[in-house]
């Protein structure tokens, strides 16, 4: 079964680092999802994206993060300078034409 | 505001009992509701999924009820197993070109032998 791959699974940074967090959603999907997840807490929207471009994104995804598809299979979140509290899991998921949505299995990033 | 809440953070049930996780959802113009498990360290997997048009769904030991009147869905786990402990999610997708999911709480459901 197809599956979103997400690298790495574990991030450590230091804060005011860069990050960015790879993706290789389904090849035929179209619709491209960052969501993240504070430890203990539900799964929150980030932003959404679809034709090369962002389709709507949430309060949390300020001027820090930003999204890229570069070369038509990967899907990129970065945060520019990280904070204490971007420490969570990072899922993306992605979705074609129907109601699927497919999740990887989640980056977990830690800023000290 | 957008919410979609659960009415039990936690769910013990005896193995082979029937479990029943209710979700409550706010937006009236969601046209579509998924439930996931979640264990631990790793990512949502799709249980079973249910469209606006519909009130109830199975699937293999699994049932989805919708009820758009008061915006309650619910999940039905029969013959409630191990393996099926974690932690639940309702979702519901806003109708809109993007399609976000919106999360709920999730409940945590343990399953005693």
């Known amino acids: 079964e197809p599956e979103v791959t997400q690298t790495p699974s574990h991030q450590v940074t230091q804060m005011g680092q860069e990050v960015i967090l790879r993706c290789v959603p389904i090849s035929n999907h179209l619709y491209f999802y960052w969501y993240r997840q504070i430890l203990g807490q539900k799964v929150e929207f980030l932003v959404s994206?679809?034709?090369?471009?962002?389709?709507?994104k949430s309060e949390i995804f300020d001027d820090q993060f930003s999204v890229e598809r570069p070369d038509g299979s990967n899907f990129t979140l970065k945060i520019r300078s990280t904070k204490l509290e971007d420490s969570a899991m990072y899922f993306c998921?992605?979705?074609?034409?129907?109601?699927?949505?497919?999740f990887g299995s989640g980056t977990r990033l830690t800023v000290v | 505001g957008e919410s979609v809440g659960l009415h039990l953070p936690t769910l013990s049930v005896q193995e082979g009992d029937n479990s029943i996780i209710n979700c409550a959802y706010s937006n009236s113009a969601s046209d579509y509701f998924i439930w996931y498990k979640q264990e631990s360290g790793k990512g949502p997997q799709f249980i079973i999924d249910i469209r606006s048009n519909m009130d109830k769904r199975q699937g293999q030991r699994v049932t989805v009820l919708l009820n758009k009147t008061v915006k309650h869905l619910s999940l039905q786990i029969a013959a409630t197993q191990p393996g099926d402990s974690a932690v639940y999610f309702c979702?519901?997708?806003?109708?809109?070109?993007?399609?976000?999911?919106?999360f709920g709480q999730g409940t945590e459901l343990s399953v005693k032998p």
């Open positions: 994206f679809y034709n090369n471009e962002i389709s709507e």
């Open positions: 998921a992605s979705r074609g034409t129907g109601d699927g949505y497919t």
């Open positions: 979702a519901e997708r806003y109708y809109n070109q993007g399609g976000k999911l919106i």
